[in-house]
């Protein structure tokens, strides 16, 4: 067997072992999809039936219209962007802090960051809790924003540590040298050198924030201010399940998170890659 022969053939047998594991992963969604528009005189057959002709947006209508999703997912869209942008800001404050300026103790504080994320969230949601209710901030965004910001910071200010000390301080002083105040030159210069890592710490934030269920459940207990996690898991524990509607809920929930990650994938995965070799 020749060489060119070989090459074919591993060529071949890498697109299919690509395409079985993206029909494994993708077709529970492909199923959720399908559901959400079929009747339900074919969602409940004890026969399941993959696709039905009879297609319609029924569940969907009544998603929206006989429940408080549109609120859910209003709520969860506001807290992940607040949450995003707020640990964007903080974790690059931060991260800068470290790796350019020297002070007693920097180390173990770098160190002290990873050593923070180890610990589950169950773990601080109980003191977590109590600090919430002393100040106030229970039943609100706002405190559902300062949840995710805290558990999200220590890897997010990690990683971008990690790009900080690949950059330069040479081009950073040269931007300076040129007229440039420190600010300046950190969003200018700084800033979009580590965008991968920036990029990497915002998808991070954005889907611990919109998936969570934990500290949503034990902070919010008004249905106005709930997320889509534990709204959809009341409307899972309904007296009559309407499976239709769980599925429309589900493909819902489900898209902003996969186009934000379709949009900047390439971002993530250089950024996750190249802090991790970088660090």
Same mark, same amino acid.
């Given at each position: 067997?020749?060489?060119?022969?070989?090459?074919?053939?591993?060529?071949?047998?890498?697109?299919?072992?690509?395409?079985?594991?993206?029909l494994?992963?993708?077709?529970?969604?492909?199923?959720?999809?399908?559901?959400?528009?079929?009747?339900?005189r074919?969602?409940?057959?004890?026969?399941?039936?993959?696709?039905?002709?009879?297609?319609?947006?029924?569940h969907?209508?009544?998603? $929206?219209d /006989?429940?408080?999703? &549109?609120?859910?997912?209003?709520?969860?869209? !506001?807290?992940? =962007? @607040?949450?995003?942008?707020?640990?964007?800001?903080?974790?690059?404050?931060?991260?800068?802090g470290?790796?350019?300026?020297?002070?007693?103790?920097?180390?173990?504080?770098?160190?002290?960051?990873?050593?923070?994320?180890?610990?589950?969230?169950?773990?601080?949601?109980?003191?977590?809790?109590?600090?919430?209710?002393?100040?106030?901030?229970i039943?609100?965004?706002?405190?559902?924003?300062?949840?995710?910001?805290?558990?999200?910071?220590?890897f997010?200010?990690?990683?971008?540590?990690? $790009?900080? /000390?690949?950059i330069? &301080?040479?081009?950073?002083?040269?931007?300076? !040298?040129?007229? =440039? @105040?420190?600010?300046?030159?950190?969003?200018?210069?700084?800033?979009?050198?580590?965008?991968?890592?920036?990029?990497?710490?915002?998808?991070?934030?954005?889907?611990?924030?919109?998936n969570?269920?934990?500290?949503?459940?034990?902070?919010?207990?008004?249905?106005?201010?709930?997320?889509?996690?534990?709204?959809?898991?009341?409307?899972?524990?309904?007296?009559?399940?309407?499976?239709?509607?769980?599925?429309?809920?589900?493909?819902?929930?489900?898209?902003?998170?996969?186009?934000?990650?379709?949009?900047?994938?390439?971002? &993530?995965?250089?950024?996750?890659?190249?802090?991790?070799?970088?660090?």
């Open positions: 067997m020749n060489a060119r022969l070989k090459q074919i053939i591993a060529r071949i047998s890498f697109y299919i072992g690509v395409a079985t594991f993206a494994f992963c993708g077709f529970p969604m492909v199923w959720m999809v399908l559901t959400s528009i079929k009747p339900d074919d969602i409940l057959t004890a026969t399941p039936v993959f696709w039905s002709w009879n297609v319609h947006l029924d969907y209508r009544n998603l $929206f /006989q429940t408080d999703f &549109l609120i859910y997912f209003v709520n969860s869209i !506001t807290v992940a =962007a @607040s949450a995003t942008s707020l640990t964007i800001v903080i974790a690059t404050l931060a991260a800068y470290i790796t350019r300026f020297r002070f007693t103790g920097r180390e173990y504080i770098a160190g002290g960051m990873l050593f923070t994320y180890m610990f589950a969230p169950i773990l601080i949601v109980v003191p977590f809790y109590i600090l919430m209710k002393n100040y106030g901030l039943n609100t965004k706002l405190g559902l924003v300062l949840a995710y910001t805290t558990f999200s910071l220590p997010s200010m990690w990683l971008l540590r990690s $790009f900080f /000390q690949s330069p &301080l040479d081009l950073e002083e040269a931007a300076m !040298t040129d007229g =440039a @105040s420190r600010p300046q030159a950190v969003i200018r210069v700084i800033v979009p050198l580590a965008f991968p890592g920036v990029i990497a710490v915002s998808i991070f934030t954005f889907i611990v924030a919109w969570d269920y934990l500290f949503a459940r034990v902070l919010v207990s008004d249905n106005l201010m709930k997320t889509l996690p534990i709204g959809m898991n009341d409307l899972y524990n309904a007296t009559i399940t309407d499976w239709g509607m769980m599925m429309a809920g589900g493909v819902v929930v489900t898209v902003p998170a996969l186009a934000f990650f379709i949009m900047i994938q390439r971002y &993530l995965i250089s950024g996750w890659g190249a802090g991790a070799i970088k660090g």
